[in-house]
C-alpha cells in the first residue's frame, strides 16, 4: 500500500521513494518512520495520509485531519528534523499545525516549482562536466559547502566540524552522483544527484563559482546531468526550485523542463 501510493505521484515521491527501495519499511535500515494517518484505512486498501519522519519531514498525502494527526505526532518529542520539506499543499498545512509549538521558522518557503524533464534536454550539455572522483573530495567540497550557505543560509560544517556534511558528499561522489566542471584544479560548476528512485532522479546543489556566472555554465552542465539521468540511467529528471529565482527558472525551461507540481519548504 506504501509503495501504491509513492507509486501514484514518482517525481513529488522521489525523495520517499529512493529510501523505501533502498531499505524497504524497516525504521532502523530507512533511517526513519513512515507514519499512515489511518491504520484502518491500510487494512481496507486506501490510505488517506501518508508522512515520512526523518532528516526531513516530508508530509506527501493528507486531508487537515490527516496533517493533524501527524502534527500530534511529531509533537509528541522534541524536533529533530532540519527542514518540513514536500508537496506544498502538505507542508503549509502541517507547518499551520506545527509553528505554535515549533516555530519561529528560520525561512519558509512556500512557493517552489517542481520541474521534470523525461526527454533529452534541449541545449547541448557541457562536455567539460563529469562525475567527480573519490580522490578529488578535498577539492570539490569548498565548492559544495559555498553552495549549501548560499542556497540554504546555514553553515552545513557547524554542530559537528562538518564531518556529516563531509560524509554525505563523499557518499555522493563514491555513488557516482556528484559531477562538476574543473578548471585549474578549481569546481566552476557543479551538481549532484541528491535522490535516486527507479523512476526519478533529482538533481540539487547546482551551483557556478561566482567568477564564471553569465558564461553558461549553468544550463550547459545541467543539460549533461539531465542527459545522464535520462539517456544513461533511464530516469526521468527533476529538481524544484524557489519560485522568486526568476534566472534559475529561465534556465531551467531552456533546457526543457515543466512544471508538474508545487513544493514548500519550512527551515529550522
Known amino acids: 500500500m506504501v ?34 494517518a489511518d491504520f484502518r484505512g491500510v487494512r481496507s486498501g486506501r490510505l488517506p495520509g501518508l508522512c515520512f519522519s526523518g532528516p526531513n519531514l ?14 500530534d505526532r511529531a509533537l509528541r518529542r522534541q524536533r529533530v528534523c532540519s527542514s518540513l520539506v514536500g508537496p506544498a499543499e502538505q507542508v503549509l498545512g502541517l507547518w499551520e499545525e506545527l509553528a505554535a509549538e515549533w516555530g519561529p521558522a528560520r525561512e519558509v518557503r512556500p512557493d517552489q516549482p517542481l520541474l521534470a524533464l523525461d526527454e533529452l534536454p534541449a541545449v547541448p550539455g557541457d562536455r567539460l562536466v563529469r562525475p567527480v572522483r573519490t580522490e578529488e ?4 567540497l569548498p565548492a559544495a559547502i559555498a553552495m549549501f550557505m548560499e542556497e540554504v543560509g546555514a553553515d552545513p560544517c557547524a554542530g559537528d566540524g562538518g564531518a556529516s556534511y563531509r560524509a554525505r558528499v563523499a557518499e ?16 566552476v560548476f557543479k551538481a549532484e544527484i541528491g535522490a535516486l528512485s527507479r523512476h526519478v532522479g533529482q538533481i540539487q546543489g547546482v551551483w557556478v563559482h561566482p567568477a564564471w556566472r553569465g558564461r553558461g555554465l549553468g544550463t550547459a552542465g545541467t543539460a549533461t546531468v539531465v542527459s545522464r ?40
Open 3 to 36: 509503495r501504491a501510493v509513492l507509486a501514484a505521484d514518482p517525481v513529488a515521491n522521489c525523495m520517499v521513494s529512493a529510501r523505501v527501495e533502498a531499505a524497504g519499511l524497516d525504521p532502523w535500515r530507512l533511517g526513519g518512520e513512515l507514519w499512515a
Open 229 to 268: 539521468l535520462v539517456n544513461d540511467m533511464g530516469r526521468t529528471a527533476s529538481l524544484y526550485v524557489n519560485s522568486f529565482n526568476a534566472p534559475a527558472l529561465a534556465t531551467y525551461r531552456r533546457i526543457g523542463f515543466r512544471q508538474v507540481g508545487r513544493y514548500a519548504t519550512v527551515l529550522f
Open 172 to 187: 555522493l561522489i563514491a555513488t557516482g552522483r556528484a559531477f562538476a566542471r574543473f578548471e585549474g584544479g578549481e569546481v
Open 137 to 140: 573530495l578535498d577539492r570539490y
Open 58 to 71: 516530508i508530509p506527501l498525502r493528507g486531508n487537515a485531519s490527516a496533517l493533524r494527526a501527524f502534527a
